[in-house]
């Protein structure tokens, strides 16, 4: 359409073009049949580990303390989140926000969001929270309330520059590290032992 009006914007119009093909690209991955791990939800780097309270949590007012990964995805990266464990969707909470830098800490409180809740086992669970960033306008999240979801499934996609939290509980063992790159779907976020995990409840 562009190159009706000149070649320039023509060239223009195509190089865009190819771009959005790259950005929307969904390649295949090797997906982990271990138990008891947690994979990443996103392509991109690890910019956080900390510990914090659970992700705001409009269902039950109820927040814990957990550990949180924060993952990185700027333009370059995979955009498709996918699921990082077994389980079933306990319940999901849109946020409206902000869209500041999805890399500054503050973003996980202030920007636009969607917090999903997965049951792993009765009483353990942990939180994915897509947060839209400062070029992503639009988080889509193909979840439904009581589904159940396998490892490393495609679950959504934020479009363009963004950030995944993934909140656990205090004694899982992460095993990546600050600046790390991850890969969605095949990185070992962290691993944990259920049965302690349920004692400790």
């Known amino acids: ?6 070649d320039f914007l023509g060239w223009v119009g195509f190089v865009l073009t190819i771009w959005c093909v790259y950005f929307f690209r969904d390649p295949e991955r090797v997906i982990h049949d271990l138990e ?13 580990i900390c510990e914090t309270e659970s992700p705001e949590n409009l269902h039950d007012k109820k927040t814990q303390s957990m550990k949180r990964v924060s993952i990185f995805l700027d333009i370059f ?7 990082p464990v077994s389980g079933k969707i306990n319940w999901l909470k849109y946020i409206p926000g902000t869209f500041l830098n999805a890399s500054l800490d503050k973003s996980s409180e202030n920007n636009e969001r969607m917090i999903s809740k997965i049951e792993i086992s009765k009483s353990l669970n942990i939180f994915v929270v897509q947060i839209a960033g400062l070029i992503a306008r639009r988080i889509k999240c193909d979840l439904v309330e009581n589904q159940s979801v396998q490892i490393g499934e495609r679950f959504g996609i ?20 600050n600046g790390q790159t991850v890969v969605g779907g095949e990185t070992i976020i962290a691993e944990f032992d259920q049965t302690q995990s349920l004692k400790k409840k």
């Open 1 to 6: 359409l562009l190159s009706t009006f000149s």
């Open 36 to 48: 008891n791990v947690l994979v990443s939800p996103a392509d991109g780097k690890v910019i956080n």
């Open 77 to 83: 990266n995979v955009h498709v989140n996918r699921m």
């Open 158 to 177: 934020i479009r363009f520059g963004s950030r995944v939290d993934l909140y656990m509980p205090l004694n899982f063992d992460i095993k990546v590290l």
